[in-house]
């Protein structure tokens, strides 16, 4: 059996952008909600990996700008 080819890959937050562009009138006030609930969510996971990033990169500097104190 042979599988169709996938189509090209959209690029990194493609999908936060077309979210963004997205006709809110065709949604319900519960739908809103729960849309700002989802949003808040990814914000909090989006600061959370920032912040892990920024620890790394401290601990990184700390080793090798250890002798530089």
Do not use: H
Request: charged residues 40%.
């Amino acid at each position: 059996m042979l599988e169709e080819p996938a189509g090209p890959r959209g690029q990194r937050g493609d999908a936060l952008l077309q979210a963004t562009r997205e006709d809110l009138e065709l949604y319900g006030v519960s739908e809103l909600e729960e849309r700002i609930e989802i949003l808040e969510a990814e914000v909090a996971r989006t600061k959370a990996q920032i912040e892990k990033k920024r620890a790394g990169r401290s601990a990184a500097d700390a080793f090798f700008n250890f002798d530089k104190n």
